[in-house]
């Protein structure tokens, strides 16, 4: 070798060998044309790919990923890119979540098994980010996320439509005979245009917006749109960074801190981001051993008002929060009125405050100031009760606010097969009054927790022009959906939670503001149904799905699987040789 490379690089335990196994691991690598002086101490920066056309997207992270190489090769690094497995929620069954833990399970020893210093996670597409950052914060080297960012603005017949919220609406349109299934079809290619993920505040978007927020992206990662040439620029940018992140030893757990952590879930509340955020989270905090859970969720989140107007909380898109600005304005509001760790570590290596403390906005129409904000103090709420003592979520900013307290007639769905059979039949006994109560869809139950807890309203209840009603469950929802929804009730139902024991006209008390989901049966009755209560059969005797309902934690413990809790450290596999 040229020079005596620096002993602290994890990768010379492979390339700076110089008996036959260092001439077997650097001639394997040099088949492709790679000269000898790139295995002479510069750090090996692993591009973690989840582009796949079966995840829509993320079908451009070709292009981000030759970015990222260049800015590596400019910083002196040796780029090697390999592919983990790619969670695409739209085409996925039974749901991408099924898979989130499993995708971690790759990253984490993709990374331990390679001679890997640093790493660039390159995520889009809802669950690729948290089983990215999951699986790379267990083995604990210097990283940096790279989202995909949203696609151009959806535009139907001179309006703007977005991913996901606009689907719905319009679906329930066609249900209620006020769209023709011609215009529905029209209407799908107008609203995905370009590449890049949902450009509503999705999942996809408020992950993007974790990752800033969390100071785990370089400043300006959530919102530039996937087309626009400035997220190739930040993706070289963070190619560059990385390499001296190694240099420098700075690691995922010295950035993934409490407070960190506090400062995504206010974010969250600001931007009026995707109840996923919670479950993912969670998962995330607890595997760098930080605690987190829903009481610091509601308590983080109280007092912190929604600037963002976008769908589906409001009227905008993604690529009007960019030209407004983006997250740095939202960051910069939420330092100035004390809601902002501002010492945080990032990943460029200054403090949160240091990155956005000049932020500008350039319409406030989109970014609304924090104290004349477009909705006052939606953070999300955490619920307990008879019905979750658990606990269970709802969006506030994202809820009718009537709605918001209110008592009705349980109709109950044993699972989404029943749901799907009866809720279009015109005898089927419910007003908008009800509460519809689904079972049966939580992480073991479906198995993998699908985004299904915003159930479409009934038909006889649509042509009355009821666009809202309270939808209870332990499914999840999609982060472009809307309604007043609770979700991720705990216990679920396929978990014994009192879900399971709720009969058709049982009486449901919701109160967001006193925080109480209530069943009103009394607790000898609760007793006599649990005793008739038969635990649902396993949907899989074998392969992942076994191991997943066998180890998945409930939703307000993240639903990771139980031994992935927790980190090990990036360490040097053992020679076998």
């Not at 292009?63 to 969670?87: D, K, N, Q, T, W």
């Not at 009603?469 to 982060?479: E, H, L, Q």
Request: aromatic share 6%.
């Amino acid at each position: 070798m040229a020079k005596k490379p620096p002993k602290k690089l994890r990768s010379q335990s492979w390339f700076g060998r110089e008996d036959i196994y260092g001439f077997i691991y650097r001639s394997w690598v040099k088949n492709r044309g790679v000269p000898h002086d790139q295995f002479d101490g510069r750090p090996v920066i692993g591009i973690c790919n989840t582009w796949s056309e079966l995840t829509p997207c993320n079908t451009h992270f070709r292009i981000i990923a030759e970015h990222v190489r260049h800015g590596i090769l400019e910083a002196g690094g040796f780029p090697l890119e390999f592919p983990v497995m790619s969670l695409g929620e739209t085409l996925m069954r039974p749901t991408a979540m099924m898979y989130r833990n499993l995708a971690s399970m790759d990253v984490e020893e993709s990374i331990r098994a390679n001679p890997l210093d640093g790493v660039i996670l390159l995520v889009g597409c809802d669950k690729t980010t948290p089983s990215l950052l999951m699986g790379t914060a267990s083995v604990d080297i210097p990283a940096i996320a790279v989202s995909g960012g949203p696609m151009l603005s959806g535009k139907y017949q001179g309006t703007d439509i977005g991913s996901g919220t606009n689907t719905w609406s319009m679906s329930e349109d066609v249900r209620a005979g006020k769209m023709t299934v011609d215009e529905f079809h029209e209407a799908e290619s107008c609203m995905h245009r370009s590449h890049g993920s949902c450009m509503t505040m999705g999942t996809a978007s408020t992950m993007a917006c974790m990752v800033e927020s969390l100071g785990m992206g370089m400043p300006g990662n959530a919102a530039i749109p996937a087309v626009d040439a400035r997220r190739n620029v930040l993706a070289r940018m963070a190619g560059r960074r990385i390499v001296d992140m190694v240099k420098e030893g700075l690691t995922i757990s010295k950035i993934l801190t409490r407070e960190a952590f506090e400062n995504a879930i206010r974010t969250n509340a600001a931007i009026g981001g995707s109840t996923n955020a919670v479950i993912h989270l969670i998962a995330l905090a607890r595997r760098v051993g930080v605690k987190l859970d829903l009481d610091d969720w509601d308590s983080l989140g109280r007092g912190v008002n929604t600037m963002l107007n976008l769908m589906p909380s409001g009227k905008f898109l993604m690529e009007d929060f960019y030209y407004a600005g983006g997250l740095p304005v939202v960051l910069r509001e939420l330092g100035e009125q004390g809601l902002l760790n501002k010492k945080a570590l990032t990943v460029n290596g200054k403090t949160i405050w240091d990155n956005n403390k000049k932020a500008k906005c350039f319409q406030r129409e989109v970014i609304t100031p924090f104290a004349k904000p477009f909705k006052k103090n939606t953070g999300i709420a955490v619920l307990r009760g008879n019905l979750c003592p658990d606990g269970a979520i709802i969006k506030p900013s994202a809820a009718t606010p009537k709605l918001m307290k209110h008592r009705g007639r349980a109709v109950v769905f044993e699972d989404i097969l029943e749901f799907h059979r009866r809720i279009d039949d015109p005898k089927l006994d419910i007003d908008e009054n009800c509460v519809m109560v689904l079972k049966n869809c939580g992480p073991k139950g479906y198995p993998g927790m699908a985004e299904v807890g915003n159930m479409p309203l009934p038909p006889k209840v649509l042509k009355k022009g009821i666009t809202d009603m309270v939808r209870i469950s332990d499914a999840r929802m999609s982060g472009t959906a809307y309604g007043t929804v609770v979700l991720h009730i705990a216990p679920e139902a396929a978990a014994g939670g009192t879900l399971a024991l709720v009969e058709n006209g049982d009486m449901i008390e919701l109160d967001v503001a006193k925080r109480r989901l209530h069943l009103d049966v009394s607790e000898k009755e609760l007793a006599r149904r649990r005793k008739k209560w038969k635990a649902p059969k396993a949907p899989m005797t074998r392969g992942y799905t076994k191991l997943y309902v066998e180890h998945v934690l409930q939703a307000n413990d993240g639903a990771d699987l139980d031994f992935l809790v927790g980190s090990s450290g990036p360490g040097v596999p053992k020679d076998n040789h």
